[in-house]
Each structure stands twice: as structure tokens, then as C-alpha cells.
């Protein structure tokens, strides 16, 4: 199982970002998948989920900001949120946690 997380880097505040995984090794469409990040000296928090048919959850901290869609067909998952601020700064991974699938992540840093 190979998750590649991309599309992190520096976003001004107030902005957005996108962020893509693709999945290889699964039958990608039987799963749900999720979204993570690791905030600077923090535990690794989840951001949200989606299941196989589209259905979505969110955490608190970005409900409204933040959509998570998926494309079966390419096998890639996506997170796209805007608004962005200073405390989404974090490396965000694309994972399965039940299965213990976990990308290596990548770093968004949203300034000031």
C-alpha cells in the first residue's frame, strides 16, 4: 500500500490550498479515507473524512473551510480548504488509520 500526499507549500493567510493523495496497492473504492495534520508540538489531530460513496465528516476546527472529495476512477483523494490561517499550519497526511495506511505527509504553512 503506497499513499503520496502533494500540493503542500506556503499559502498567505486567508487563502487556500489543495491538497492531493494518490492511493496505489488497494481497491481504493471499498475505503473510506481521511485526512490528518500534525500541528507544530502537537498530537496529530484528525481533519476529516470520506467514505467510499462520497459521504463526509469534518472536524470542528475546519467545518466550513474545508471539502473532501475524492476521485475513485484516479484513485486520488483531495482537500481543498480556504480562509486559511496561521494555526492550519501543519503537515497534513492522507491516511487509513483503521488499516494503518498512513502517507509521509506534506508541510503547509500558512504565514501571517
Known amino acids: 500500500v503506497q499513499l503520496v500526499e502533494s500540493g503542500g507549500g506556503l499559502v498567505q493567510s486567508g487563502g487556500s490550498l489543495k491538497l492531493s493523495c494518490k492511493a496505489s496497492?488497494?481497491?481504493?473504492?471499498?475505503?473510506?479515507m481521511s485526512w490528518w495534520r500534525q500541528r507544530p508540538g502537537q498530537e496529530r489531530e484528525l481533519v476529516g473524512s470520506i467514505g467510499p460513496s462520497g459521504t463526509t465528516n469534518y472536524a470542528d476546527s475546519v467545518q466550513g473551510r474545508a471539502t473532501i472529495s475524492r476521485d475513485n476512477g484516479k484513485e486520488e483523494l483531495y482537500l481543498q480548504m480556504g480562509s486559511v490561517k496561521p494555526e492550519d499550519t501543519a503537515v497534513y497526511y492522507c491516511?487509513?488509520?483503521?488499516?494503518?495506511?498512513w502517507g509521509h505527509g506534506t508541510q503547509v504553512t500558512v504565514s501571517a
Open positions: 496497492g488497494i481497491i481504493f473504492n471499498l475505503y473510506t
Open positions: 491516511a487509513n488509520p483503521t488499516r494503518d495506511w
